[in-house]
């Protein structure tokens, strides 16, 4: 396929990149930084003009394109003020789906996030593991992600055969990035994240598995690695953290409370990198 990647400069998006590459696939890195060069374009996502005619085509890079893999956005609160992490966020992702419908482009898979599901989880869950029926935002991050979600399920209703898929990813770990792990014994470790994880490299194979199992409609899944990022046993944590909350599901020793069921049945998806084998003390 030929793809656009927005946020390719981005953790995400970098490992995204690589691997759709690895498979085979025409990739296009769009981003607002990054290096000039072959398979990439400078785009500020926050203008609709930009966006809309780097969907179309670009002189010297792409003709048209067959999927946008959307990961372009401020990640995280606190580096910009808040409401310019829901301006930015909001007008990027309504700008590149959009477009990318105006375009022609009826397959698009995005990221949402934990955000979305009642991160940092000050407010108990209404049962664990958390599913993709959980829907809370506690912060304007948060809040652009639920209502990206809500405009996807709108959009696709727009034009026959559109397949919009939200992948709720958990906080991404670089590969090189597992030294917190240092902190697996900490019941406080991960709290916020109800002890979830997912190696960079493990959300871009869920971006190539939701491509490939791409359908119309609007889906949602769950990110995630099959275990928790904690070295405490998951039913200690549940108990720790959240005592009135009922478990609706016999847990393995160390299970991820953030439930990954859906994409492991629809997509087959199953994270492959694990702090367990990746992490090495000291
Ligand atoms: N990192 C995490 O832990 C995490 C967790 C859940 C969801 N997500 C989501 O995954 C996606 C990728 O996150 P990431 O961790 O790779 O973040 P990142 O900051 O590493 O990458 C995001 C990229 O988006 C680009 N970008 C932002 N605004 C732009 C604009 N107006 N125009 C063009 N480019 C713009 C940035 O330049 C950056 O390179 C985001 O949607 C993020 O919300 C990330």
């Known amino acids: 396929m030929r793809i656009a990647v927005t946020g390719s400069s981005g953790l995400l998006g970098r490992a995204t990149v690589d691997r759709l590459r690895a498979e085979g696939h025409e990739v296009l890195g769009l981003d607002i930084t990054g290096t000039g060069g072959p398979g990439f374009t400078r785009v500020d996502f926050g203008d609709y003009g930009q966006t809309l005619d780097s969907l179309l085509g670009v002189t010297a890079r792409h003709e048209g394109l067959d999927a946008i893999v959307h990961l372009?956005?401020?990640?995280?609160?606190g580096l910009v003020p808040d409401a310019a992490t829901f301006h930015n966020n909001l007008t990027v992702s309504f700008n590149v789906m959009f477009g990318a419908l105006r375009a022609g482009i009826?397959?698009?898979?995005?990221?949402?996030?934990?955000t979305a599901m009642g991160f940092p989880f000050t407010v108990a869950p209404a049962s664990l593991p958390v599913d993709e029926t959980a829907l809370g935002a506690y912060n304007t991050y948060g809040l652009g992600k639920v209502l990206e979600e809500a405009m996807a399920g709108q959009l696709v209703n727009w034009h026959e055969g559109t397949s919009i898929t939200a992948l709720r990813y958990t906080n991404v770990v670089a590969p090189d990035g597992y030294a917190t792990f240092a902190r697996a014994g900490d019941p406080s470790y991960r709290r916020d994240l109800i002890g979830s994880?997912?190696?960079?490299?493990?959300?871009a194979l869920a971006v190539s598995l939701a491509l490939a199992h791409a359908k119309p409609g609007f889906e949602v899944y769950n990110?995630?690695?099959?275990?928790?990022?904690?070295?405490?046993?998951?039913?200690?944590?549940?108990?720790?953290?959240?005592?009135?909350?009922?478990?609706?599901?016999?847990?393995?020793?160390?299970?991820?409370?953030?439930s990954t069921d859906k994409a492991q049945r629809e997509l087959g998806f199953r994270a492959e990198h694990l702090w367990r084998d990746n992490y090495t003390a000291g």
């Open 72 to 77: 372009a956005a401020i990640p995280v609160n």
């Open 223 to 258: 990110i995630a690695a099959p275990d928790s990022g904690l070295s405490i046993p998951t039913a200690q944590v549940a108990a720790d953290w959240f005592p009135d909350v009922a478990i609706t599901k016999p847990l393995a020793e160390f299970e991820s409370l953030m």
């Open 197 to 203: 994880y997912v190696d960079a490299r493990d959300g």
């Open 106 to 114: 009826r397959t698009i898979v995005y990221a949402s996030s934990i």
